[in-house]
């Protein structure tokens, strides 16, 4: 089990930056992998970074390279995401995840999930 809880979400106008914070706990490995996923409405998940905890490249979606950045900080038990120069395609609602491997880049297949905070980019 690993329980994640997201916050930091809100409305922002385009140009704008947010940073969403997911503390993770429950987990009973050293490290684990932690995703932020976005939804869209009317769209599929798109996995938009990973983070493997126990250090690593991260991954990024192509959509949000040099825009978005993830990083953690082990000694809170918490992945960031910082979001900068947001764009009205940008809004979606915002998903931390966590899984005990990491899944294949991109994929969301992870079978741990936070409630979600929804981020509002307006033009």
């Known amino acids: 089990l690993i329980q994640l809880v997201e916050s930091g979400g809100g409305s922002v106008q385009a140009g704008g930056s947010l940073r969403l914070s997911c503390a993770a706990s429950?987990?009973?490995?050293?490290?684990?992998?932690m995703g932020w996923i976005r939804q869209a409405p009317g769209k599929d998940h798109e996995v938009v970074a990973t983070i493997w905890t126990g250090g690593g490249f991260p991954y990024y979606a192509n959509s949000v390279k040099g825009r978005f950045t993830i990083s953690q900080d082990n000694a809170k038990n918490t992945v960031y995401l910082q979001m900068n120069g947001l764009k009205p395609e940008d809004s979606a609602m915002y998903y931390c995840?966590?899984?005990?491997?990491?899944?294949?880049?991109?994929?969301?297949?992870?079978?741990?999930w936070g409630q979600g905070t929804q981020v509002t980019v307006s033009s």
């Open positions: 429950g987990y009973t490995s050293s490290s684990i992998c």
């Open positions: 995840a966590g899984e005990y491997f990491c899944p294949r880049p991109g994929e969301p297949e992870y079978s741990y």
